[in-house]
């Protein structure tokens, strides 16, 4: 049985303007009982093509494990499907290899969780072929060979460790520990070049000079792909015997290598008024406009209303916020969220950069908070709960949301919903080095969290920080901290700062919601709640620890008992005078 | 929330009322550096000062200007437009009380010179105009802010001398002078309460880099050094004009170490140049669509260099030039008549940067160029027996010109290469006031008439200039007659 994941047509002639590659693959357990090898191949259509390009990958359960062929199963179809699913904006090595990372830690808590002790084990080696280049990620005895111009080179370097004449051990495999060191290599592809990928199986029974031989020998993959096996079979291969081979019939253009010329590609819409028409879509209004973009309201061909997001001209070319503008759009689409809004795929491929997210009629919060401050203590703890499970859908997906304000925040029909993702961080982009240079400080002064910018750790508690601070303008029209908030920037002057009680403000908060507001806006992000549902919780039901008000002075409880107990204690003193005067 | 046309007498939006604050700050500037020029004959007096003298103080006001925009750059960077241009008030309201209370020439020289600073006002307000408007607003906004801010010089024109004769005597133009300090000084605490560095709920103030311009090739490289050539010499003349050697307000001694520290300035300036762009001079490759010609730059330069450079050194000499033209004419008429010239400021500026996003950019800096050359020739040959109408005629046409090229050269300077707006703005500021310090460096040497023939012979050599400018390239879209937009793409 050949465990085969995709099976293109052989020879698969790709009908790409660019990069054009010829490929087969096969897969056999040979004198196995079970094929624990598997390979597979993507082809992607259309504007992938040039973003990610064309994958290969082969990979080798390692044979001591039972648990090896879902291993390799594992490995194969994970990175085939996640590497494609990675932003356009990520580099192919950054993609890639956070892939192959991910599957790595998969495996390996398989491999701890389970109950007989078997290792989910493998070798993997992916090739990507993309507009002129080659990127190799390699870990394990798989190997990737180059045919050029009658010369046979092997591209990848085997992990493996000979222990004496008659054995050896891999020294590097997928799901043998959490960190791996994955071997990446990018090179330029030329016209003709053949690409073989092969397990032990094969390229231990088939020297070089014979497999050179062979690879001049027809221009029919499939056929060779045949010829491989059986050559490997006749030589004695015990094992199971995998190959894949791949020609470039044509390059892509060079230009697709580079990141920001992929971003850059569409141009910036020109500045639109009602009535324009982009892309089958019409303006109707624009929305809002501020330096950085323009917000309009659109409708497309079946009067659906829509809302257009544009990049302002200003930027043009700053590649920073081009690549976070287009990451902005990534980050709505892989949302599904009540709370948070959907971002649209536009309904032609689009000539410039935008992108459309659903319309939801309503007030933004910062509206409702002008004509209503302060809100009823049920109505903020209801909106507050929507947008905490909006927040939690992000969080989940390791984002964080980093602008959170009342601007950002339209109360619908159906609810609240989160409306930008401007400057959200998303974990596993920033943490690669990236070519461009990011803006170091996003958000807005008044509502995010002190760390960003005192320059501590941020994470999911600095969401909790703004979150708290919408619920606390909420209840009170006011902020937490005051007028000096919007000026600290270090450490020191944060701790200077103190809490505001909402009970000054609004009477009618209860005294146990007033110390969950002040313990998620704590400025030291350790000391606020572990996680959002705790602090929710917090705030719809009392929490008993805090049913009484904070032991305050006397005077500031109870002021009349104060001047009443002064009044008995002076008549007292002047009786007693009087009693020791007349008495002497 | 947003539409397409710009109110500005909507005050109950944020940003107008921004730009109505910003733009008098500049206007405030401007009244207080130029407040000398109208009260000549009286500070003479006063001063008994001769006529070289006086020509020196002229270049004096305007030649600290050129190096102080580079530190008020570096400042607003640091600390946000808001608190620097309230700072900038303060001081220059105290410098102008000092130079209002100035007992000796010495005094006076060194006040105006210090008052030079003020003059670095226009940077902050582009600033904080630019983080307060759309694209769809800010090149109306900032043409807005430019231009009725210039105005200030012409209403100090104006007003001073007909202030300086009401408070009467001989100390009435410190009178005048005093007054338009304490202005500034009050404005300076009213901007800082009410001016904002970024709108309610906007991200942070965000610095822009300073410093060297990147180039792109090496042969911009050097012609950027080239360019930068010219401040320092102007400078060096001006360090001349003051020694022993021209009007002795410097010693000898003092003059050596003006130069020294001009070597300073320029050895430390291009080392900053040289560290930028040390990575592409090494061979690093620029990628395509980050490449531009430096040669734009130094074209816009020039264009303000004859514009603006032109304006400021003409402003300076105009109330002057109508009092000793017209026989039996007043100061205060004088005044008035000279503030002709930046009246036009309130709508030939912005008209200028209107006309050149309409109708091409060479095109229409050519023309603006070659209309203020007529203006100037038309100037020189002005003389008591004009009407005084004619004249005034004359210098607003000639103005007109001055300004819309400002304006043209402002709407370009984006365009060259957006990433590096805030530098290439800079450096045309920049050039515009080694323009100023050079015509009047040459006036101190002339007569008006010659002076006036001079700016008109420099500007056609800039005319041939600007015919090297090559109109901006990239997406140009163009919308059809059912409103569809359709992408042209320019090669």
Redesign the interface.
Known sequence: MSATITTPKAPMEHLQPSLKVAFAQLSEAGRKAENQDTVGARFPEGAAMATKGVAMAIADGVSSSSAARQASQTAVTGILTDYYATPDTWRTGQSASRVIHSLNRYLWSQSQNNVRQEGYLTTLSLLVLKGDKLFIFHVGDSRIYRFRAGQLELLTRDHSQRIDKNTTYLSRALGADLSLEIDMESQEIERGDIYLLSTDGLHDFIDEKTLTQMLQSSDDLDAQCKALYQTALNNGSEDNISVQLARVDDIGTP?ES?A??VL?RL????????????DGL?VEK???????S?VYLVKNAEGTPLVMKTP???????AAYIERFVRESWIGSRLANRHVVRVVEPPRTR??LYYLTEYIPGPTL?QVIKERAPLPVSDAVELIEQLVMGIRALHRKDTLHQDL???NVVVGAQGVRIVDFG?CWVAGIEEMASPIAA?K??????YSAPEYRYGGPTGPRSDQFSLAVLMYEMLTGKHPFGEGYGKAMALPQFQKLSYRSALQFNPLVPVWMDRALEKALHTQPAQRYEALSEWLQDLKRPNPNWLTAKQKPLMERHPERVWKGLAIAGWAVAVGLLVFVVTR | ????KLNLLDVTRANIRLLHLTWFAFFLTFVVWFSHAPLKPLIMEAFNMSNAQWKALLILNVALTIPSRIVVGILVDKFGPRIVYSLLLAAGGLMCLAFACAQTYEQLALFRFLLGFVGAGFVIGIRLV?????????GLAEGVYGGWGNFGSAAAAFTLPTLALLFGGDDGWRYAIGVTGLMALAYSGFFYARARNT?K????F?PKKSGGLEVTSKKDFYFYLAMNLPMYIILAVLAWKLSPAGVGLLSQGTTYLMYGILLVLCAYQFSQIYKVNKDMLHGAPV????KYKFKQVAILDWAYFVTFGSELAVVSMLPAFFLETFEGMTLAAAGALGAAFAFMNLVARPGGGYISDKFGRRLSMSIFIIGLTIGYFTLSQVNGAWPVWMAVIAVMFCSFFVQAGEGAVFAMV?LV???LTGQVAGMAGAYGNVGAVTFLTIYSFVDASTFFMVIGGCALVIFGIVQFLEEPQ??M?E?NE????T?IELT
Not at chain 2, 1 to 4: A, D, L, P
Request: proline share 11%; with cysteine.
């Open positions: 230009s580079d920001i010329t850059s141009p910036f819409p020109p500045l639109l008024k009602p009535g324009h028409i982009l019409t624009i929305l809002h406009e501020s330096e950085r323009q302002s001209v200003n930027y043009e070319d700053d000539t410039c910062t304000k009342p601007d400057s803006d400080i996003l958000g807005t002064l008044d | 929330m947003s539409s397409e630019g983080e307060w408007f759309p694209a769809r607003h800010v709108p709920g906007s991200t942070y965000k990628p395509e669509h980050d984006p290469k957006r990433r990239g997406h879209h919308v059912d409103g569809s937009i992408q």
